[in-house]
């Protein structure tokens, strides 16, 4: 079956496959610019160039294209173009993205991801129906496993746009900004074909991207007529209020390791005390745990313990400041541990969903927090049950070790809980896909 629920994956041919980011096409809403990142084994853009989008529509390489968009059958669409068979070894992943202009991907209808083989048949769909208060979207990934490729749908929103999506991926930008378009009511997609995909490239360089009429593509440039501006990847917007994440643990280079197999590490970057984030990957079935060390080397704090499939998680750990941030990893699957400072938290405002482990940032009023948790089903790792535990740190405390308990679930759930007012750091843990709603309290008045 080529429809997917977030989380979950599917093979896909290894040869040239046309991706369309496609939306109902209701005038008024917001539009949806499509976009591709490169990345490397431990998650990371090599440079610039591994981000391709209207403005910068060709990698070097030739493997992966922006080819323009289309109108069809009540929908919009903007096609990529990857050709599987030429991406570099070096590159890990393709994540497919979008960014919203003039709004939010709540009041985006019928968002969607499609892959289609050269001969039009669709081999991958998944359709996006938690989004909320983002500005960018990473709707899926395609990655290499095992020497073939497979499709993921992610559905992880971004609350700060195209640059804060950059960010993540290791892409220098200055600024962030945000839709202001409240949500309209969305529908599923009609079973009308999608827009015309434009004919598959020869396999020679990249080349100027042919501005034949819709529905096959029109021209990247945004202008119609008029040559795409020099490329920069720089967003001049206001500056930013105070973080106040970042100033609980000040920025630092991160540390990325990879490897396979059992391993004991020693974060040999220097970090300063306080918190910070340990995000680990795990490629394939299996059980991977991650412990940090006492000074004894023995097991400390437990980080990760997980059999998910394909598993990728941030986890929140105190560095004493002391001696060396030391990690233990149990697995016999490949995997990659990165601890990064806690500027790289994802915010959440009104809504934002994700998959597993997560840590947050909360800046708001109080308010109830609506937590939606899909469980395990679906994704070949399980009978629907997984555990769901939700604790909040109040950052003003003079005790950042001091976690409120607000949610301690097994399965499947649709619960409120009662949020205080901001900052607050949350540290939310899952097995499957989640989404997160405030709501604000009613008044009294």
Known sequence: MTHIIKGANIPVPGGLLRVAVCRRNVPGTPSVDASALLLDAVGRVRGDADLVFFNQPA???????????GEGGGQ????LELDLPRIEPAVQRVLIAGSCDGGVFGAVPGLAVQALAGDGAVVAH??????????????GEFYRRNGEWKFRAVGQGYASGLAGLATDFGI??????????GPVPTAPLPTAPLPTAP???????AAPIPTGPLPTATPVSKAAGTPAPPVTLVWDTAPAAPDPFS??????QPFVRSGRGNDVLTVDVPIPPGPVIVEVWKDGTGWLAAHT?????????LLVNTTV???RGRVLTMHQGDRPLRLRIQTDHAWTVAVRPLSVIRRLGTGLQGFGPEVLGYTGPAADLLVEYAGKEGLGDGDGDGNLTLWIIETESEDLSDRDLLLNKIGRRRETVALPDGPLLMLFHADGPWQLTARPLPSFD
């Not at 998944?126 to 709707?139: G, K, P, R």
């Not at 004919?199 to 360089?205: D, E, G, N």
């Not at 100033?247 to 630092?252: A, H, I, K, R």
């Open 59 to 69: 990698h070097p390489s030739g493997a992966v294209r922006h080819v323009g968009n």
């Open 76 to 79: 919009l669409a903007e096609w």
């Open 126 to 139: 998944y359709e996006v129906t938690d989004a909320s208060s983002e500005t960018a979207f990473v709707l």
């Open 172 to 181: 220098a930008v200055a600024g962030t900004g945000t839709g202001t378009a």
């Open 199 to 205: 004919p598959p490239t020869s396999h020679v360089p």
């Open 247 to 252: 100033s609980l643990t000040p920025d630092f």
């Open 293 to 301: 060390l006492t000074r004894r080397n023995k097991n400390d704090e």
């Open 309 to 311: 499939t394909d598993f």
